[in-house]
């Protein structure tokens, strides 16, 4: 078992950056391979970003590509997604998870076995 936290949210207008984190406890980190998703009102989930246990392989969802970064640090136990050049269609609840199939990387949220609790990401116009 893996309990995450995210945090890092928050308002900010078009053009603007935010990083959000992802902490971990319980089982070993470096075990699991970590994914951000989002959720806005209305909408279902949707895969954002994935890193595989060494942080070495990493996939995009398009949308994103180019202006979000993923990245992990083993030793902190914790994942991050940089977002740069925000855009009001990217407001929605982030959310991080923890697969424990480490060995490759999906955009889809069944492949996710642990889940936090969603931080608020919100972009004006």
């Known amino acids: 078992q893996v309990q995450l936290v995210e945090s890092g949210g928050g308002l900010v207008q078009a053009g603007g950056s935010l990083r959000l984190s992802c902490a971990a406890s319980?089982?070993?980190?470096?075990?699991?391979?970590m994914g951000w998703f989002r959720q806005a009102p209305g909408k279902e989930r949707e895969f954002v970003a994935a890193i595989s246990w060494s942080g070495g392989t990493t996939y995009y969802a398009d949308s994103v590509k180019g202006r979000f970064t993923i990245s992990r640090d083993n030793a902190k136990n914790t994942v991050y997604l940089q977002m740069n050049s925000l855009k009001p269609e990217d407001t929605a609840v982030y959310y991080c998870?923890?697969?424990?199939?480490?060995?490759?990387?999906?955009?889809?949220?069944?492949?996710?076995?642990?889940w936090g609790q969603g931080t608020q990401v919100t972009v004006s116009s």
């Open positions: 319980g089982r070993t980190f470096s075990n699991y391979a």
């Open positions: 998870a923890a697969t424990e199939n480490a060995l490759s990387l999906s955009r889809r949220s069944s492949w996710y076995n642990y």
